[in-house]
């Protein structure tokens, strides 16, 4: 009677784990599409019959205040995806470069405003603002690459991934030291920012409608800049592949340098996003908003850095909207509450449906191998 060796034995183990594994993924997929569709069936038909506790306008509300803060997800994911596309790891210090350059532009935000210049020339102080933020979360990105990153470029990629996690929590320390506890709070806008606006039938507040455009500014010139500049080939050529750019002439060092600072550019207009969105501030700032920001960048496909912005957007829509829409129909209360849970369950089914992400990876030909 033949008996089976141990290879054998071992491929028929990895056959079966291989097989449970692809049912259960399986599983999982068919329970999130059932509770997603009963979900919305169930508020389309409280909608219709009027029991439901969301109105059309109330709807339109949540929409443009997800797409408002989608867009400063994603021009914080934009960071994430551009040093993962460099050097191939996750900069989780980079909530902490957007935390910076918000606690910094706060004080000077309230100097403007004791000044007087807030409320008599706010365009220009927010313009102030949004370059001081810019400025020191710039400064912030290029020291940590200097000083943490640069010794380990040839060191294991989970060396400079566990780095990152101590960068983090030094800055969180060291910005509790400096200033406190306590949260502060950025000056009111204007009034006539502050009012609603009626736009293609949705009433805006212009708070929200400013970090929209800022979003879309910003993208766009990050992307010419990518796409036009010697700078932007560059960094798209050290992505690829760092051995033969440095071949080609390409200083290589130089050019990650300009990815963290650009980077830390994009957290810096994020956070003044931030500052109009919500005005208040403290040490941990970053923390929450850049596990997000990694979130997005990773539903939009890692790397991508129009997926980061997509990413961005989809997942800020996603908290908005989806407690109220799926959740709150099936019985589940205190959906307001549940914003943070629902962003990472967004990544989970991304990652379950398209592992990816839904614009799909942007990998340099070393991890394509």
Same mark, same amino acid.
């Not at 939009?300 to 989806?322: C, H, K, P, T, Y």
């Given at each position: 009677?033949?008996?089976?060796?141990?290879?054998?034995?071992?491929?028929?183990?990895?056959?079966?784990?291989?097989?449970?594994?692809?049912?259960?993924?399986?599983?999982?997929?068919?329970?999130?599409?059932?509770?997603?569709?009963?979900?919305?069936?169930?508020?389309?038909?409280?909608?219709?019959?009027?029991?439901?506790?969301?109105?059309?306008?109330?709807?339109?509300?949540?929409?443009?205040?997800?797409?408002?803060?989608?867009?400063?997800?994603?021009?914080?994911?934009?960071?994430?995806?551009?040093?993962?596309?460099?050097?191939?790891?996750?900069?989780?210090?980079?909530?902490?470069?957007?935390?910076?350059?918000?606690?910094?532009?706060?004080?000077?935000?309230?100097?403007?405003?004791?000044?007087?210049?807030?409320?008599?020339?706010?365009?220009?102080?927010?313009?102030?603002?949004?370059?001081?933020?810019?400025?020191?979360?710039?400064?912030?990105?290029?020291?940590?690459?200097?000083?943490?990153?640069?010794?380990?470029?040839?060191?294991?990629?989970?060396?400079?991934?566990?780095?990152?996690?101590?960068?983090?929590?030094?800055?969180?320390?060291?910005?509790?030291?400096?200033?406190?506890?306590?949260?502060?709070?950025?000056?009111?806008?204007?009034?006539?920012?502050?009012?609603?606006?009626?736009?293609?039938?949705?009433?805006?507040?212009?708070?929200?409608?400013?970090?929209?455009?800022?979003?879309?500014?910003?993208?766009?010139?990050?992307?010419? !800049? =990518? +796409?036009?500049?010697?700078? %932007?080939?560059?960094?798209?050529?050290? &992505?690829?592949?760092?051995? $033969?750019?440095? /071949?080609?002439?390409?200083?290589?060092?130089?050019?990650?340098?300009?990815?963290?600072?650009?980077?830390?550019?994009?957290?810096?207009?994020?956070?003044?996003?931030?500052?109009?969105?919500?005005?208040?501030?403290? !040490? =941990? +700032?970053?923390?929450?908003? %850049?596990?997000?920001?990694?979130?997005? &960048?990773?539903?939009?496909? $890692?790397?991508? /850095?129009?997926?980061?912005?997509?990413?961005?957007?989809?997942?800020?829509?996603?908290?908005?909207?989806?407690?109220?829409?799926?959740?709150?129909?099936?019985?589940?209360?205190?959906?307001?509450?549940?914003?943070?849970?629902?962003?990472?369950?967004?990544?989970?089914?991304?990652?379950?449906?398209?592992?990816?992400?839904?614009?799909?990876?942007? /990998?340099?030909?070393?991890?394509?191998?």
């Amino acid at each position: 009677m033949a008996t089976l060796d141990q290879p054998q034995i071992s491929r028929s183990r990895g056959r079966f784990a291989g097989q449970w594994v692809d049912g259960f993924v399986m599983l999982i997929r068919i329970v999130a599409v059932v509770i997603i569709t009963w979900g919305l069936v169930q508020f389309i038909v409280q909608s219709a019959s009027g029991t439901g506790g969301l109105t059309g306008p109330a709807f339109r509300d949540l929409l443009v205040a997800g797409l408002a803060q989608g867009a400063m997800y994603g021009l914080l994911a934009l960071g994430y995806s551009m040093v993962y596309g460099v050097l191939g790891f996750i900069n989780f210090a980079h909530g902490e470069v957007f935390m910076a350059g918000t606690v910094i532009s706060f004080f000077i935000s309230n100097a403007l405003f004791n000044a007087g210049w807030w409320e008599e020339a706010f365009l220009l102080s927010l313009l102030i603002v949004l370059l001081s933020s810019m400025i020191i979360s710039t400064l912030t990105a290029v020291i940590i690459e200097r000083v943490a990153y640069r010794p380990l470029r040839n060191a294991p990629r989970l060396i400079p991934l566990i780095t990152s996690i101590g960068v983090s929590f030094f800055l969180q320390n060291a910005f509790f030291g400096l200033f406190g506890p306590a949260v502060k709070s950025y000056p009111r806008p204007p009034e006539w920012l502050t009012s609603r606006r009626t736009i293609l039938g949705f009433e805006i507040e212009g708070t929200k409608l400013l970090v929209i455009v800022i979003a879309i500014v910003a993208s766009i010139g990050l992307y010419l !800049f =990518i +796409t036009r500049t010697k700078t %932007g080939k560059a960094m798209r050529a050290v &992505a690829e592949d760092k051995e $033969i750019a440095a /071949l080609m002439g390409i200083n290589v060092d130089r050019t990650i340098v300009t990815t963290f600072a650009v980077g830390g550019a994009m957290a810096g207009v994020a956070g003044l996003s931030w500052a109009i969105l919500f005005r208040g501030v403290s !040490f =941990i +700032t970053g923390f929450i908003p %850049g596990i997000k920001a990694f979130t997005a &960048a990773v539903v939009g496909g $890692i790397g991508n /850095l129009a997926g980061a912005m997509g990413g961005g957007v989809f997942l800020g829509l996603a908290e908005s909207v989806a407690p109220l829409v799926i959740l709150e129909p099936l019985g589940v209360t205190g959906v307001s509450q549940l914003k943070d849970a629902v962003a990472f369950a967004v990544l989970v089914l991304v990652l379950i449906f398209r592992p990816t992400g839904l614009f799909g990876e942007r /990998l340099s030909a070393r991890d394509r191998v």
